[in-house]
């Protein structure tokens, strides 16, 4: 892996082992402040409802300021939220620095996103996104024992602590990524740049309805579990082990991903074969009556998950044309923003009226209905996506001395590759 792709790796590690205060954004509302329960529960709506102009603006702001320096904008404003909402003295200050918050924290993933996706070959794409992903995994199973060490004392220190390690990042990167260089677009037949239109791509707006659908089911796993086990007679704290579980098979499963068989699957073929995976990893939930049970099916869907993870943004880096690659990214990362805000809504609905079994069974079913999908309707427009000009290609090439870092088509695209996946919502 180039030196770009372990930088980020590594710091994502760091900032993911500090990234547990926001679950507890609606208590310290509650408790410090007395607000009542709903009231706490629109400041966290509003706050997921401002993570989608953010990944917006983070392609944007990419493509114009540059990727580096987005990066860095996008942690430290991380971190001058956070340490906003740790020092509020009034519910009205709280509110503003959680949706300041919302619209900093998803800057950084478009160009982050881009900068791993140019950085190595087609082929590679799956470990290296996978290597992205094992890193959040390993982060979030330390992440939760700093948060109950450090909240039993003070759950302001929870989003100090955040904080801190948001500016360790952008310190970090800021002085060991390769800086920004001046982008030049390719030029159509009549000299001018070609602008990159993402929302009229048919094929992106596959990946992007897919996509959703995908990150509605992963939230509501992480809504529901809690609750669904409650409800079967278990502690809830027990979800806890299982987001272990499944944390540990994400890191495990890493290799199998450079299995031959595996990396010679088209990207349909594995999506699919993901989504069938998790279902019946979730179908599992609805029958299993035993601890042993549910780690079992945990790891089942979490091994579909990976597969998953391990191949759809790369197909819509490969679907960017050259130059789009941040602006594609971040369209298709609107469908977190979207599932973080509908998940809480349609799964305590589903647990409220259907029960937990028919939560699981009907999740399930969600998950075989879309690899059906990926075989018939995403896979064959994909397919027939226009690959990006050799031409162009050429033309949108740059290389950072020193790092072997490229962006552009020429760092590999095409709806041919083995693309590679994305990190999940925000950090």
Do not use: K
Request: proline share 6%; aromatic share 6%; net charge positive.
């Amino acid at each position: 892996m180039p030196r770009t792709v372990w930088l980020l790796v590594v710091a994502r590690a760091i900032n993911r082992l500090g990234a547990f205060s926001l679950p507890f954004l609606t208590v310290l509302i509650s408790t410090d402040f007395g607000a009542s329960a709903a009231t706490a529960g629109l400041l966290s709506a509003a706050f997921g409802l401002a993570t989608i102009p953010s990944r917006l603006a983070g392609g944007r702001l990419a493509a114009r300021l540059g990727r580096r320096r987005t990066i860095v904008l996008g942690l430290t404003g991380c971190a001058v939220a956070q340490l906003g909402i740790a020092t509020a003295g009034s519910l009205v200050a709280v509110a503003a620095f959680a949706v300041l918050l919302g619209l900093v924290f998803e800057l950084y993933e478009p160009p982050s996103q881009a900068m791993i996706a140019d950085a190595v070959e087609p082929a590679e794409r799956v470990r290296a996104f996978g290597l992205l992903g094992a890193a959040l995994a390993a982060g979030g199973t330390g992440a939760g024992l700093i948060a109950a060490a450090l909240g039993r004392s003070d759950l302001r220190l929870l989003f100090v602590a955040d904080a801190l390690t948001c500016l360790a990042c952008a310190l970090v990167l800021r002085f060991t990524l390769p800086a920004d260089r001046p982008y030049r677009a390719p030029c159509g037949p009549e000299g001018r740049p070609e602008p990159v239109r993402p929302w009229r791509d048919r094929a992106l707006w596959a990946m992007f309805l897919a996509g959703s659908a995908f990150a509605l089911v992963s939230m509501q796993i992480v809504v529901a579990l809690p609750l669904g086990l409650a409800r079967s007679g278990f502690e809830p704290a027990d979800a806890g082990l299982l987001f272990t579980v499944s944390a540990l098979t994400a890191v495990a499963a890493q290799p199998a991903l450079r299995l031959r068989r595996l990396a010679a699957l088209s990207a349909s073929t594995a999506l699919a074969l993901g989504h069938t995976l998790m279902a019946i990893g979730l179908a599992g939930y609805a029958v299993a009556h035993t601890l042993s049970g549910f780690v079992v099916a945990t790891a089942v869907w979490s091994l579909g998950d990976v597969l998953v993870l391990g191949r759809a943004f790369g197909v819509v880096a490969g679907l960017a044309p050259p130059g789009g690659t941040d602006r594609y990214l971040a369209v298709y990362g609107l469908s977190w923003g979207i599932a973080t805000t509908a998940a809480p809504v349609t799964a305590t609905q589903l647990l409220a009226h259907a029960g937990v079994a028919a939560l699981w069974v009907g999740t399930a079913g969600l998950c075989l209905a879309l690899a059906a999908v990926q075989l018939l309707v995403v896979g064959p427009l994909v397919g027939r996506a226009p690959r990006p000009r050799a031409a162009a290609a050429a033309r949108a090439v740059r290389v950072d001395s020193g790092t072997g870092t490229r962006s552009g088509a020429d760092a590999g695209s095409g709806p041919g590759s083995n693309p590679g996946p994305g990190s999940g919502p925000g950090r």
